[in-house]
């Protein structure tokens, strides 16, 4: 049974930091390519960063470039998202996912509950 298990969010002020964490049971880590996704409320769920099966080539969406890291770490079967310098419109609700050995756009096969995430003064 594949489980994975985000953490780290909360509530922090605009330009404030955050790691999200999301551990993963039941699969190979090490042969996955691991994403985040967010959904804000009222909005679709879209791509935030993924990192490919290695660890050593990621890719992330235009609103967060410069600003979060995505990191990946087999030993600990973990995957992380440093976010950097929040801002209001990062309010969200995060979800890890995990995807094919070769390819950072998925499909992603199997997703966690979520972490939300709340940028507020």
């Known amino acids: 049974q594949v489980e994975l298990v985000e953490s780290g969010g909360g509530l922090v002020q605009p330009g404030e930091s955050l790691r999200l964490s999301c551990t993963a049971s039941g699969l190979p880590f090490r042969d996955y390519s691991m994403a985040w996704f967010r959904q804000a409320p009222g909005k679709e769920r879209e791509f935030v960063a993924a990192?490919?099966?290695?660890?050593?080539?990621?890719v992330y969406a235009d609103p967060v470039k410069g600003r979060f890291t995505i990191s990946k770490d087999d030993a600990q079967r973990t995957v992380y998202l440093q976010m950097n310098s929040l801002q209001p419109e990062d309010t969200a609700k995060y979800f890890c996912a995990s995807g094919p050995k070769f390819s950072y756009y998925g499909p992603w096969e199997y997703w966690g509950q979520g972490t939300q995430v709340t940028v507020s003064s």
């Open positions: 990192v490919i099966w290695s660890g050593d080539r990621s």
